[in-house]
């Protein structure tokens, strides 16, 4: 009984986790939204964000598709059986997978095999440590593959684009930590949060800023000279312009937490783990002798509810609304123009990092020309006569695609792609050469845009496991951004520039 029980607790912390924004960080993303110029792209990002926070909540599904490496870290009392704890954990996980509440994400290094179950070597990530209270504490962290590529660490002392030298010092560290807000970008889903581990190796670095990601929003750091340097690194990461998706605006970091450990002499690192703004870490505290949940953490305070604003939003921050339906001919793809809001309606397909490769070596499983890719690894059900749903379908990261995407868009007369983040110089020639647009959804808001597709109505390539087949959806008023056009202009390449120009400002010493 007590196994079950425990197993039990285990599932629900895992699908609170995946489908339940904690009550800390709906606040903070509320506090954004407030802040945002109203009428622009960010404030109808943040606005989507909301609605998909709300979206995920109801329909107990998850936030964003991209679930992570489920990482667990757990504190239990002396003589509680942690390998039993451990094969808990692994059953949970296959239930949850199973039940949709996680993506199959295990996938074997060497052979590109999709587990399929979420289990592999070193999948999940469990680590355990020993204390004397007389409880189990299990913690719960899902980081998407997005904002984990834009984690970051520096050794010092290092020399950094726009912000000058970093010494091994208090103030050397202030410049990494905004310069590694700056190199995010959008493609961490900002706005977003900062862990920061200060010394250490390389390896406990990381595990010290991740650990950081652990904390309350709202707590103050004990060290004084960290909690000023939390405050101030907030406060100056908020006028970079970055923004929500890197779209520009005022909300491009809600939370930033620091630690710091010894290190040996020789090695200074400063280690920042990068987290979205779909910030999907709990806790519970759990009954060493019946294995059920006695206490919760992060519920403190108000739990903000969100209202569905997304598509009102969308029509006030337009320069214009395109209608979009493929096949799309060059002619109309000319037409478009940066800041273009395009609503899709019929047929697009998903492709990701697999399909790229497979697609820069074969022929298409099927005609593209005039079609749209959509980089997208959903989370994917199965009825029982065999038809699939799409549960959760937010963009990936499209830079991943860079040295592919210019020559399979021209080979196979695809006119548009659609990820988040941008992409970079070879595909903005292509789009030149090839009449092509970028767009950009918002990222993570997995929910929102499940609603747009309607149905499956095919797949091809599943040996590649679920989130990288490619998948014939049909959509209706599927919404996207236009930020990389035919004409050579590019909403990425400008916010980098102007990003990189206001982080100049910060290079002179501020903290002795």
């Not at 609170?16 to 960080?25: G, I, Q, Y």
């Not at 996980?93 to 993506?103: D, E, G, M, P, Y």
Request: charged share 25%; glycine share 10%; proline share 3%.
């Amino acid at each position: 009984m007590y196994l079950e029980t425990l197993e039990k607790s285990i599932y629900d912390l895992i699908t609170e986790t995946s489908t339940n924004l904690p009550k800390d960080v709906r606040r903070a993303v509320s506090k954004a939204k407030a802040a945002e110029n109203a009428g622009t792209r960010a404030a109808m990002s943040l606005d989507t964000i909301a609605t998909n926070i709300q979206m995920a909540d109801d329909n107990v599904s998850p936030i964003c598709q991209d679930t992570g490496m489920p990482t667990f870290k757990i504190k239990t009392p002396i003589g509680v059986n942690q390998l039993e704890i451990k094969a808990a954990i692994r059953r949970a996980i296959v239930t949850a997978t199973k039940n949709s509440k996680l993506r199959p994400n295990a996938v074997d290094s060497l052979t590109g095999e999709n587990s399929g179950d979420n289990l592999g070597e070193g999948v999940p990530v469990v680590k355990f440590e020993q204390w004397e209270k007389d409880y189990i504490e299990m913690k719960l962290i899902l980081k998407g593959g997005g904002c984990e590529n834009k984690n970051i660490q520096y050794s010092l002392p290092a020399e950094l684009e726009g912000i000058g030298r970093a010494g091994r010092d208090l103030d050397g560290i202030r410049k990494c930590i905004l310069h590694s807000v700056y190199q995010a970008q959008g493609q961490g889903c900002s706005a977003g949060f900062i862990g920061v581990g200060i010394g250490g190796d390389r390896a406990s670095g990381y595990d010290l800023a991740k650990e950081q990601l652990f904390r309350s929003v709202d707590d103050v750091n004990p060290h004084a000279q960290l909690a000023e340097l939390e405050e101030y690194i907030v406060e100056k990461a908020n006028t970079l312009g970055i923004g929500t998706m890197g779209f520009g605006g005022e909300a491009t970091l809600l939370g930033c937490k620091i630690g710091v450990m010894h290190r040996i002499p020789a090695s200074f690192f400063v280690s920042v783990a990068y987290n979205c703004w779909a910030y999907r870490r709990l806790a519970i505290n759990i009954d060493p002798t019946t294995g059920g949940i006695n206490e919760w953490q992060y519920q403190e305070g108000e739990k903000v509810e969100f209202k569905e604003e997304a598509d009102k939003s969308a029509e006030e921050a337009a320069t214009r609304i395109v209608e979009l339906r493929a096949p799309i001919s060059e002619e109309e793809i000319r037409k478009l123009q940066v800041g273009d809001v395009v609503k899709i309606s019929g047929k697009m397909y998903t492709g990701r990092d697999a399909i790229h490769k497979y697609l820069s070596d074969h022929d298409a499983p099927l005609d593209l020309n005039g079609q749209i890719i959509y980089h997208c690894g959903p989370v994917v059900s199965k009825d029982d006569e065999g038809n699939y749903h799409i549960k959760a379908a937010g963009p990936t990261t499209s830079i991943r695609e860079e040295p592919y995407q210019g020559d399979i868009m021209k080979k196979f007369g695809i006119r548009a792609v659609m990820g988040k983040g941008g992409m970079g110089p070879k595909t903005l020639a292509a789009l030149n050469e090839h009449g092509g647009v970028y767009l950009n959804a918002i990222g993570g808001a997995a929910q929102y845009y499940a609603d747009c597709i309607k149905g499956v109505e095919g797949v091809d390539l599943m040996q590649f496991g679920i989130p990288e087949a490619m998948w014939h959806l049909r959509v209706e008023d599927f919404t996207a951004v236009v930020t990389m056009d035919s004409h050579g202009n590019s909403l990425h390449a400008d916010v980098d520039k102007s990003s990189l120009e206001k982080l100049a400002q910060y290079s002179d010493r501020v903290f002795k």
